[in-house]
């Protein structure tokens, strides 16, 4: 059965997704750092709205851009940049 989710919905579900991750992912590369965690938060919401927005655009678009080719240059943009973040946060 197909069933229909709202633009809010998808959103939030995306946010929320992301958020979860690049906290994950910033708390990783920061053990052993003296990183404050409102830093380390602020830089998981950094990304995270770059990276949603990315997303929203792509689906607003009507997914025409290959999601793989999108994948790769998310991919090629952060790379090291969440690094450098926590590094520049370090107390």
């Not at 989710?5 to 052993?32: A, D, N, P, T, W």
């Not at 790379?79 to 946060?89: A, K, L, P, R, V």
Request: hydrophobic share 40%; glycine share 8%.
């Amino acid at each position: 059965t197909y069933h229909s989710v709202s633009r809010e919905y998808l959103e939030h579900f995306l946010f929320q997704q992301m958020y979860r991750l690049l906290l994950g992912v910033i708390e990783e590369k920061s053990e052993g750092m003296s990183v404050r965690d409102t830093d380390k938060q602020f830089i998981a919401n950094f990304y995270k709205y770059g990276f949603v927005g990315i997303m929203l655009e792509w689906i607003q678009d009507g997914m025409k851009e290959d999601i793989n080719e999108l994948v790769g240059k998310i991919s090629l943009t952060l790379h090291g940049t969440i690094t450098t973040s926590i590094e520049n946060f370090t107390m």
